[in-house]
């Protein structure tokens, strides 16, 4: 079985962050790992409060795992402040994983900030480079290229300028453009689009992370980047389309629609016989 770690803050509501990765992964049938840098006291409507693992402790959960379990694909999600970046960037710089996800997470669905608005540059010093790829937003992206985003082209722009400070592929989500959701990959060299209809749903607490924990598990399964975003892209649409109006806000992604739809009902099958 691949094993796929996630690196990134842990969301008590259960549709983003650390668990929204765990669920993704077990989705995928490969094996999750987690190491916590910020605790997140969240719901589907706002963000009460974060406190942060020392960088220490971050460290030190990256040895325990490094130390004993091959990692097939690493996703790295929230880190919220410089020194959380570097205890990270520290040790993807000592055990050199393949198969590196990073989703650079500012803000949480509901718009309440994520990472320190003045950490940006050291994201970009410390984390960038390390990516093979990398999934911005357009907010996200317009805050690390520095500039805005108003078309396909200006996706375009911005992946070049990102893809310049050192990451291998870039992907710029569209989701908060209009339409159709069309996301531009880049590797450098040509760009691809993957499309996908909008549905029109408030429930997409979480997708990002859903999303790029999608992209890393295919990588652990032999994919391509192009093909792991291709599948990655399906699922993620999948699971927005059949999202669950849990909470007062904005309700997570179903994981678990597949698995919900053919795979209990099998099971139940089984007992019956």
């Known amino acids: 079985m691949k094993k796929v770690l996630s690196i990134a803050g842990s969301d008590c509501s259960g549709g983003a962050g650390i668990q929204a990765d765990l669920k993704t992964f077990s989705a995928h049938g490969v094996f999750g790992m987690s190491v916590v840098v910020s605790v997140v006291a969240e719901n589907t409507s706002r963000v009460i409060a974060i406190q942060d693992v020392t960088p220490d402790m971050i460290e030190k959960q990256m040895d325990a ?40 997470v500012m803000y949480a669905k509901n718009g309440c900030a994520l990472m320190d608005p003045n950490a940006v540059g050291s994201l970009i010093e410390t984390i ?4 093979e790829v990398l999934t911005p937003n357009i907010p996200e992206a317009e805050r690390i290229a520095g500039m805005k985003i108003g078309s396909r082209a200006d996706m375009e722009t911005a992946a070049r300028l990102i893809h310049a400070m050192g990451c291998r592929n870039v992907l710029v989500k569209g989701g908060h453009a209009v339409g159709d959701a069309v996301d531009v990959l880049f590797d450098g060299t040509e760009f691809r689009r993957f499309e996908a209809r909008r549905i029109d749903t408030r429930n997409t607490h979480g ?3 859903t999303f790029s ?6 990588l652990a399964l032999g994919h391509d980047v192009a093909g792991a975003v291709a599948r990655a892209k399906r699922y993620v649409t999948t699971a927005i389309e059949h999202a669950l109006p849990i909470g007062k806000g904005h309700g997570p992604t179903h994981h678990f629609y ?7 009902k099998g099971m139940e099958r089984e007992v019956e016989a």
């Open 213 to 218: 924990s999608a992209i890393a598990a295919n």
């Open 128 to 131: 960038v480079p390390l990516a």
């Open 258 to 264: 597949d698995l919900y739809r053919e795979g209990l």
């Open 207 to 209: 997708t990002g992370c």
């Open 65 to 104: 795992v490094f130390e004993d379990i091959e990692v097939d694909a690493v996703k790295v999600g929230m880190l919220s402040t410089p020194d959380c970046m570097r205890a990270v960037a520290a040790g993807l710089r000592r055990y050199a994983p393949r198969n590196v996800v990073i989703d650079p």
